[in-house]
Each structure stands twice: as C-alpha cells, then as structure tokens.
C-alpha cells in the first residue's frame, strides 16, 4: 500500500496570508490527524477527522481549521498567518478506531515571513 | 489528561552500545504506548507500541521497551547501537477512551548520536 502523502512539502507564505495544506490518507484508512511540530512546542495536536466529521481537537485557536472528503483525503487551513505558524505540520491516518497505530506523512514546512 | 516525559533531549552513545532512551508517563487511564523515530525532513516512523497483555514489546530495527505500569515507564532500548541509529525519538501515549481518538500526546523527544 502507498504510504500517507502530504502536498505541498514546502510553502513560504507572508504574516496575513491563509495557506491549505493537503493529506491523502492510506487506502481504506478513515481516519486522519494533524500535528504541529516546532522546536519550542514540539509535537501538538491540532485535530482529527473521521468520515468527514472532527472527532476531536486539540488546543489551537480558530486560525486553525480542517474538512475531510468522502474519500478520507483531508486538508487544514490556517487563515491570518503569523510569524509563529512556522513549523512543520504532519498528518497522520489510522483504520478509525480508538488508540490504533497512526501512521505519518512526511509533512508539510511551512515558513512565514 | 495524559502526559509523557522523556528524560535527557540528547544522549550520546558509542556504535555497539547499549541504548537506553527513557520515557515516563501520566494516565488516569490504561495507556496505550509507542516509540517513534524521525529522521531528517521527514515523517515519523513507528518503533513499536504497548497496547494490552505481554509488558515486554519488540519492535524493528532490534528496537525493544518494557511497560512497566508499576513505575510508569516505558523505555525503549537496543543492545547495540548502529550508526544508522542516530535520529530523534518520540515516546507517545493514548488511550482508547473516547476523548483521546485520533490524539497522541508526545513527548519532547531524545535525539541520539551515536559515535563510531
């Protein structure tokens, strides 16, 4: 099976702007997370997404925002970019059910001038 | 609410060596428990987890940790270090309550050298 795969692996963006960032799940996985990693914060939580519907979130403010397709694919979006978005965002799908092996993109770096 | 603390963000250790990388956690509830790596600009790759019955779980790479619930550890080893070991490793925790799907709580992670 092909692996989890994230678009694009590079971005620069400038403070204001929005950016949307694109995860296509393992075939017949349902569920997908989303992560924040910096050096300061380390590995976040943003939230996670089964059949189209948020299941649960972490603590982030309402920049931070995400859908799910019919076809598992998911994106997340962050509007009004700020110099601290800078960071890479990983994906990850699992089959659905709770406390199964996540399995995880090579994520997105998102830089923000 | 569940947490994970991995002691010492770097370790240091020579080709054939024991690795020792440690990891203790916080749960209210039965933890779920896993060892990822991650090298260089990319993903992170499971190690191995601890979800229910044998305490001692072996993972690839000749990667193994031990649950012990009575210490609340879950550290990971390898009786020889390669030097294709050298990367950053992440202990994580979850549960199988509802409040946790799709949630690991990492920790800050170790990054190992490994000298030849």
């Known amino acids: 099976k092909a692996g989890v795969t994230q678009t694009p692996r590079y971005l620069i963006k400038t403070r204001g702007q929005q950016v949307t960032l694109s995860c296509s799940p393992i075939s017949g996985h349902r569920s997908v997370s989303w992560y924040q990693q910096t050096p300061g914060q380390g590995l976040q939580f943003l939230f996670e997404y089964f059949s189209e519907t948020q299941r649960n979130k972490g603590n982030f403010p309402g920049r931070f925002s995400g859908r799910q397709f019919s076809n598992s694919r998911s994106e997340m979006n962050v509007s009004t970019l700020e110099l601290g978005d800078s960071a890479l965002y990983l994906c990850?799908?699992?089959?659905?059910?709770?406390?199964?092996?996540?399995?995880f993109g090579p994520g997105t770096r998102l830089l923000v001038l | 609410a569940q947490s994970v603390t991995q002691l010492g963000s770097h370790v240091s250790v020579s080709e054939g060596a024991l690795v020792l990388l440690r990891c203790n956690y916080s749960?209210?509830?039965?933890?779920?428990l896993f060892w990822y790596v991650q090298y260089p600009n990319q993903g992170l790759q499971l190690l191995l987890k601890y979800t229910t019955g044998a305490t001692l779980v072996k993972g690839i790479n000749g990667f193994e940790a031990e649950f012990k619930k009575s210490e609340t550890s879950f550290h990971l080893t390898k009786p020889s270090a390669h030097m294709s070991d050298a990367a950053e490793y992440f202990c994580?925790?979850?549960?199988?309550?509802?409040?946790?799907?799709?949630?690991?709580?990492f920790g800050q992670g170790t990054i190992l050298t490994v000298h030849p």
């Open positions: 990850a799908s699992s089959p659905g059910l709770a406390a199964e092996t996540q399995y």
């Open positions: 994580a925790v979850t549960n199988a309550g509802g409040t946790s799907y799709g949630k690991l709580t």
């Open positions: 749960s209210s509830v039965p933890p779920y």
